[in-house]
């Protein structure tokens, strides 16, 4: 069974820093794109980073503006989003998701697992 578990959300002040984590069960993470979405309150959920299985990442949003890394560990089989420079517009539910195929997408519909989500507030 395709699972995806995020973890590492929190409160951090502006400015700080949070990696989060995406943690695949069931297939070999590897082998697909794992991509990171957000959701804010009252707002539409929107890409934010995408690494394919040739370890190239899209950063689908421009807020990241260089302040978010993707990065993988194939021995743990998950995917790290590692975000610098918080700020409070970056306060969401973040989830990550798995699609077939070997390329990136920004389109939600795309992506057929999804995981839980994991809440970051930035917030002083």
């Known amino acids: 069974q395709v699972q995806l578990v995020e973890s590492g959300g929190g409160l951090v002040q502006p400015g700080g820093s949070l990696r989060l984590s995406c943690a695949a069960s069931?297939?070999?993470?590897?082998?697909?794109?794992i991509a990171w979405f957000r959701q804010a309150p009252g707002k539409e959920r929107e890409g934010v980073s995408c690494?394919?299985?040739?370890?190239?990442?899209?950063y689908l949003g421009p807020f990241v503006k260089g302040r978010f890394t993707n990065s993988r560990d194939n021995a743990k089989n998950t995917v790290y989003l590692q975000m610098n420079n918080l700020k409070p517009e970056d306060t969401a539910v973040y989830y990550c998701?798995?699609?077939?195929?070997?390329?990136?997408?920004?389109?939600?519909?795309?992506?057929?697992?999804w995981g839980q989500g994991t809440q970051v507030t930035v917030s002083s």
């Open positions: 998701a798995t699609k077939p195929g070997y390329y990136c997408s920004d389109s939600t519909e795309d992506y057929d697992h």
């Open positions: 069931g297939f070999t993470l590897e082998r697909y794109p």
């Open positions: 690494i394919n299985s040739n370890d190239v990442s899209i």
